[in-house]
């Protein structure tokens, strides 16, 4: 299989090659490694490389829609048998491998072939992706602009061609940002629907959702039917997403959480969805999020979940990490989770409980709240790092300034996808937000999908 050949397919689309034995599993695998190998050394998006899963290959074949396919993990939350989890950190470099998470192994039961793991800001803890230990990821889409954070490294490498699909988080937007940054789907289910476990029962209180990056809708809703715990009443997330919906009601803001207008081209792009949405039969109307949605605890809800990888890895190693193995970023936020203990966690979740209801309450009348995914275009690599600022308040200003519209479905644990296919007059890619109800993942999915087909057919 030639590497143009890999490239221009997406997840189903290999594995029905490979159903149909126009190619075989091995030959997919070595196209993948072969453009990793090729594009890789200007992206860095790929930190360790996995390529001996090319012998473990089975000849056999799956009812997996997604059989033979390549993929790769992010280096955050989940572990698997064969590579370290390091967690973008330098005190972690060295751990040793661990069993296979829920999801990973379910990966791999589906047929997906793991060549490696992505980059990711230490602890996931940046809206970039430029950590100290293993270096900025670059964009393949827009170079010079950020892949956003903290799922960069996946979602460049999903961009480049890589691999169709790869693994990806979501605590505050982490899967949205960076897919809306290099121009690919990035959908984050309803918290719960994906499992975490062994080793976490819940990441970051609740908020966090694991998932993957793509190219196209099919591809997320087809890693649902792999990895969610309960299948949907249609039997399938793929097969839902030509069903017919009816008429949703859409409502849609240029405006963020904090009443700020967001840019030229986000609200172009907004409206422009909106008017598309309106004429496949939709109906849209102006929604405004409720005064002083305001969450300034939302950082307590996380960063315990750092103290106890820290402390983990210290008990590991008999020693404390030494000033040079954490970022700064990384310092600060464990002095602000000992400074205010355990409470403050607490606090964060009644917070959250009343926060939740307030913004589940203002879309009432809606079906689907449309948003852009970013406040503004995709800022230069660097801008937007901790480095470039060393202030909290500044940097925390900076990046909520810019994807300002992530954390309110993390917070109500609502299912949200950022859409790529309008660009701007410069062909970069802009992200509009879709945000459904909790639960209503399949109803997310279709939408896109609707949008998507609409888009292939204006193209």
């Known amino acids: ?17 490979i159903r149909r034995r126009e190619v075989s599993k091995r030959e997919v695998a070595e196209a993948a490694i072969r453009v990793i190998e090729e594009r890789n050394g200007d992206l860095n998006a ?5 390529f001996d899963a090319l012998e473990t290959i089975s000849g056999s074949e799956s009812s997996s829609p997604l059989d033979g396919v390549p993929f790769l993990l992010k280096d955050a939350n989940l572990f698997s048998s064969d590579m370290p989890t390091t967690f973008g950190s330098a005190f972690f470099k060295g751990t040793a491998a661990q069993p296979d998470s829920i999801m990973v192994d379910r990966w791999r039961k589906a047929g997906l072939v793991i060549l490696g793991k992505t980059n990711t800001p230490e602890f996931a803890a ?41 693994h990806a988080t979501d605590l505050g937007g982490s899967i949205r940002i ?22 976490f029962k819940k990441i970051a209180g609740g908020l966090n959702s694991d998932h993957v990056v793509t190219r196209t809708v099919r591809d997320s809703a087809a890693s649902l039917d792999v990895t969610a715990n309960e299948r949907p009443k249609t039997g399938s997330f793929l097969s839902a997403l ?6 949703m009601r859409i409502g849609v803001s240029e405006r963020d959480p904090s009443g700020r207008i967001v840019g030229p081209d986000q609200r172009l792009a907004v409206n422009q969805t909106a008017k598309m949405l309106e004429e496949m039969g939709h109906s849209v109307s102006t929604y405004a999020y409720p005064d002083d949605l305001s969450a300034e605890w939302f950082d307590y809800l996380w960063i315990f979940d750092i103290v106890d990888l820290v402390e983990q890895r210290t008990d590991q190693l008999g020693r404390k990490p030494e000033k040079a193995e954490l970022e700064p970023l990384t310092w600060h936020l464990l ?5 205010a203990g355990r409470r403050a966690y607490d606090e964060a979740q009644e917070a959250k409980a009343f926060y939740t209801s307030r913004y589940l309450a203002s879309m009432q009348h809606i079906d689907i709240l449309l948003t852009p995914t970013l406040a503004e275009d995709p800022p230069e690599t660097g801008a937007l790092s901790f480095k470039a600022f060393g202030d909290v308040e500044r940097w925390n200003s900076a990046g909520y300034g810019f994807a300002p519209f992530s954390t ?31 639960g209503a993942d399949i109803l997310v999915l279709q939408l896109a999908a609707q949008l998507e087909r609409a888009h292939q057919e204006l193209a």
């Open 1 to 17: 299989m030639k590497s143009t050949e890999y490239v221009a397919f997406d997840g189903v689309g290999i594995a029905e090659l």
């Open 46 to 50: 790929v930190i360790c490389k996995n």
């Open 126 to 166: 940046e809206f970039v992706t430029e950590p100290q230990a293993y270096g900025v990821t670059h964009n393949p889409a827009a170079p010079g602009l950020t892949v956003g954070g903290s799922s960069g490294g996946a979602a460049s490498a999903v961009a480049a061609g890589m691999v169709p699909i790869a």
């Open 178 to 199: 960076p897919a809306a940054c290099c121009g690919v789907f990035g959908f984050k289910p309803t918290s719960g629907l994906n499992p975490v476990g062994p080793y």
């Open 242 to 247: 030509h069903a017919p919906i009816g008429s």
């Open 335 to 339: 002095e602000k989770a000992r400074s």
């Open 408 to 438: 309110p479905s993390n917070l109500s644990g609502q299912p949200s996808a950022s859409c790529p296919w309008l660009k701007n007059a410069s062909g970069l890619s802009i992200g509009v937000q879709i945000n459904g109800k909790p």
